[in-house]
């Protein structure tokens, strides 16, 4: 058995249940026997692999997106480029090599890197050892120096850690939920129904499809996200704006419970070994633009990962680097049909934007999602 699980069965034991939120927290980022500040997770003898570490492309691309926001902003002298969860650095790595098309550009951005994993971080610290621009870290996005700001995350969401409510009273509305929790039960970790009443504060927090639920059907809600939302719009009140996620989930609400946990590249059971596996839930895409309107900031429609690396010069991209380096032809096909194709990520994965107010839909989106009135 993982230390990490015989150190929550004694919690348990002790002071009660945890919240599916708290038990995702303490899995993923408790600092000594914690998921990420124990590990490298990714690559291909890693737990699971992810767009930047599958193609040089994606990154690039991302780089091109973030030049582009920077233009859209009115070249400003300095821009802050931030990425959240930057996993072993190569997507920065790759935007920056990217990003040299204009010098302009490059002398402006300063970048930030909002990790939690020390581990991590000193990988990131070696991948952009020779970054052609400064890079340094910061514990959160309210420690960033202050001036206009770029964000993205890629696969950043999904680790955040969700709650999850299971409705047992229709008739009763958003009090009818009840939280399902992580228990000690028969000698073993199990999931359990929290008898205690919701708070309105967090009924309120539910998505608005959950008057859809049928009984006993399954929210996840994410108030990491939430959190992270409010953290953004704090930030273009005073500073102009824009921010990328790429992740995966439905563009609307879905019920049932999504919390996974990877090893080498294989699903198993979420209680099987806490701390020595990855655990992923997916976005729900519609609650993240509600939790922005929530905030008054501008967001995008979601657009699927396929659709979106296509505008932003894919093919092209694929094309010239095969002409190349003829020899790696083969292997750019696979890596294009990898990010693209409907059956790996290209219909799973979705990209969405938020940004200070006053600017254009950014490159790559089709269309701003209106709030309801
Ligand atoms: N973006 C990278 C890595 C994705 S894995 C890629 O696409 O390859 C998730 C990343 O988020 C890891 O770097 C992990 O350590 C980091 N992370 C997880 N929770 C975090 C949190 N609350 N704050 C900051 N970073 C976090």
Not at 40 to 69: C, H, K, N, V, Y
Not at 212 to 226: G, M, N, Q
Not at 331 to 337: E, T
Request: charged share 25%; proline share 6%.
């Amino acid at each position: 058995m993982s230390r990490l699980k015989e150190r929550l069965i004694e919690r348990i034991k002790a002071q009660g249940p945890l919240t599916v939120a708290e038990y995702m927290t303490f899995c993923l980022l408790d600092p000594v026997d914690g998921y990420y500040p124990t590990r490298d997770p990714l690559g291909s003898d890693g737990d699971f692999i992810t767009a930047p570490e599958i193609s040089q492309m994606f990154g690039e691309l991302i780089g091109l997106w973030a030049l582009q926001s920077w233009m859209d902003m009115g070249k400003p002298e300095k821009v802050q480029l931030v990425e959240m969860g930057p996993g072993r650095g190569i997507m920065m790595a790759d935007m920056l090599r990217a990003a040299q098309l204009d010098k302009d550009f490059l002398k402006a951005v300063n970048v930030t890197l909002i990790e939690a994993s020390a581990a991590l971080e000193a990988v990131q610290a070696k991948t952009l050892a020779a970054a052609p621009c400064p890079v340094s870290w910061a514990p959160d996005l309210a420690s960033v120096a202050a001036g206009p700001i770029i964000i993205v995350g890629n696969e950043f969401l999904d680790c955040l850690p969700i709650r999850q409510f299971v409705q047992k009273d229709r008739f009763a509305g958003r009090a009818g939920w009840q939280e399902r929790v992580v228990s000690y039960i028969d000698e073993r970790l199990q999931y359990a129904l929290s008898p205690v009443p919701l708070s309105d504060v967090v009924q309120a927090s539910l998505p608005a499809a959950q008057k859809d639920a049928k009984i006993d059907e399954l929210l996840e809600v994410s108030p990491a996200a939430a959190q992270v939302l409010d953290q953004i719009k704090a930030r273009f009140e005073t500073d102009k704006g824009r921010a990328l996620f790429i992740d995966y989930g439905p563009a609307e609400t879905e019920f049932g419970d999504s919390l996974q946990a990877l090893k080498r590249h294989k699903k198993v059971g979420v209680f099987l070994d806490p701390g020595n596996t990855d655990l992923t839930a997916r976005v729900d895409f519609a609650a993240f633009i509600e939790a922005a309107h929530s905030v008054n900031m501008r967001v995008t429609q979601p657009v699927e990962q396929r659709e979106f690396l296509s505008k932003l010069g894919l093919e092209m991209r694929a094309m010239a680097l095969a002409r190349a380096v003829p020899e790696s032809k083969a292997k750019i096909g696979r890596q294009l049909h990898r990010l693209t194709d409907d059956a790996e990520m290209g219909a799973l994965f979705k990209a969405i934007a938020v940004q200070s107010g006053g600017m254009e839909l950014p490159l790559g989106f089709k269309s701003f999602a209106e709030p309801l009135a």
